[in-house]
């Protein structure tokens, strides 16, 4: 079945420590999102990929780092300069349509919940 | 940059009632406008969308309306069952710009 797939679902992590997060997709979709979602904060939007070798900051992108080797693969590394990474994260993905632009719909994975210890 | 403001938080209604959740924008160049759903444990889905050039959407049950001038747009959920209960996402984006601003989210809690 096409989708997109995180993993893990859940991480832990000592403070001072990188982590990486997967996200893959097999939509065939050429943009891809990351959004860090917080209990009343809604999703913000911390980095995004239109491209394979191409990424835009987003709001928060501050401690984060990610990756856009392949169409299918974007990885986020959490890294120990975010001050509270605590969260749940999600990716997404979307097509583009000519101009350039979503032409909407997002697709979520389940999302990564990671936990500072 | 945009900001997206949704109301209520927390939505409690019986079974077979109706209910509204309340978004504003603050980019009047916003032109898109989806709802996301968001059951426990997984990522949010896509349930209705609408475009500035269009003041009302229906699928069944759900309906979204929007009033440009005011910049605010509303989802309406009818005659709710047990598993509408989901927290939903209101969101917006500006022509040009590539990804969306989301609102705080509305839990929604139907009783049986």
């Known amino acids: 079945d096409g989708g997109i797939t995180q993993s893990p679902k859940y991480l832990f992590r000592k403070e001072g420590q990188n982590v990486t997060l997967s996200c893959e997709q097999n939509?065939?979709?050429?943009?891809m999102y990351w959004y860090r979602q917080d209990p009343g904060q809604g999703l913000r939007l911390i980095y995004y990929?239109?491209?394979?070798?191409?990424?835009q900051k987003g709001d928060i992108a501050e401690g984060y780092s990610v990756s856009r080797e392949k169409k299918e693969s974007f990885p986020l590394t959490v890294t120990s300069a975010q001050k509270n990474p605590t969260a749940f994260y999600l990716c997404a993905s979307s097509q583009m349509s000519g101009t350039g632009l979503s032409t909407g719909e997002l697709f979520f994975g389940e999302g990564s919940r990671l936990t500072v210890l | 940059g945009e900001n997206v403001e949704q109301h209520p938080s927390t939505l409690s209604v019986q079974e077979g009632d109706s209910a509204v959740i309340k978004c504003t924008y603050s980019d009047s160049a916003s032109n898109y406008f989806p709802w996301y759903k968001q059951e426990l444990g997984k990522g949010p889905q896509l349930i209705i969308d609408i475009r500035s050039n269009v003041g009302e959407k229906k699928d069944q049950r759900i309906a979204v309306t929007l009033n440009k001038t005011a910049k605010h747009f509303s989802l309406h959920i009818t005659e709710t069952q047990p598993e509408d209960s989901a927290v939903y996402f209101c969101?917006?984006?500006?022509?040009?710009?590539?990804?969306?601003?989301f609102g705080s989210g509305t839990r929604l809690q139907v009783q049986p």
């Open positions: 969101a917006a984006r500006r022509t040009g710009r590539r990804a969306l601003t």
């Open positions: 939509l065939n979709h050429d943009a």
């Open positions: 990929s239109q491209i394979v070798n191409d990424f």
